[in-house]
């Protein structure tokens, strides 16, 4: 039981370079959720999902596309990288839709574009 | 609408000595509320949550944590820090009927002299 992983873990981008984040639980999770640590900043979130083919905007979704066609993965893709965009990424699931549940948080990864 | 302020950007205590963090929080609803941990370089871990039952919530690591509605705080507290205590806090609010409300407080680094 590998919980929820992140794929790559370090990534360096040029502006304007695409690129997908991959995220993946196995603990059939319902909800999935795309955040943005920046410093002093604490976590923000960007997109999320309730289930299987559906996705919703966060508070910071500008430059950001995401896909869930398997309950199990949550793609997060930049289309068109800026500086803006450096960051450390986490992804996140939840078992259900209730607030009380505890998150389980991927072990993030860490953008650079230059 | 839903916030939470983390009182302290930085806490600073000695080895042994007793650990506050501080924490309010605004919600319009019924709030579920977390403390989750994050050692550098690492993903976020659950600390210990409120959901509506016992108002003083016990952790792990021997943190606990106070849900006072009438001061609309949830601080964490630990009587004796130990090294290991050093991380990043961040103090959560969700609303308690659904997983699309979490707010992220901006976190508080805690530092553990010798």
């Known amino acids: 039981n590998a919980g929820v992983t992140q794929t790559p873990k370090f990534r360096v981008l040029k502006t304007g370079q695409s690129m997908t984040l991959l995220c993946a639980q196995d603990m059939n999770h319902e909800y999935m959720y795309w955040y943005r640590q920046d410093p002093g900043m604490g976590l923000r979130l960007i997109h999320y999902s309730v289930g299987e083919g559906t996705t919703a905007k966060g508070e910071v979704p500008d430059g950001y596309n995401v896909s869930r066609l398997k309950k199990q993965n949550f793609l997060l893709g930049l289309e068109s990288a800026a500086p803006s965009q450096t960051s450390v990424y986490f992804c996140?699931?939840?078992?259900?839709?209730?607030?009380?549940?505890?998150?389980?948080f991927g072990p993030g990864t860490r953008l650079l574009v230059l | 609408a839903q916030s939470v302020t983390q009182l302290d950007s930085h806490v600073s205590v000695s080895e042994g000595t007793p650990v506050l963090l501080r924490c309010n929080y605004s919600?319009?609803?019924?709030?579920?509320l977390f403390w989750y941990v994050q050692h550098p370089n690492k993903g976020l871990q659950l600390l210990l949550k409120y959901t509506s039952a016992a108002t003083l919530v016990k952790g792990i690591n021997g943190f606990e944590a106070e849900f006072k509605k009438s001061e609309t705080s949830f601080h964490l507290t630990k009587p004796s820090a130990h090294m290991s205590d050093a991380a990043e806090y961040f103090c959560?609010?969700?609303?308690?009927?659904?997983?699309?409300?979490?707010?992220f407080g901006s976190g508080t680094r805690l530092s553990i002299r010798p």
């Open positions: 959560v609010v969700s609303e308690r009927s659904s997983a699309s409300k979490i707010i």
């Open positions: 919600s319009s609803y019924s709030p579920s």
């Open positions: 996140a699931s939840i078992a259900g839709g209730w607030g009380g549940e505890t998150q389980y």
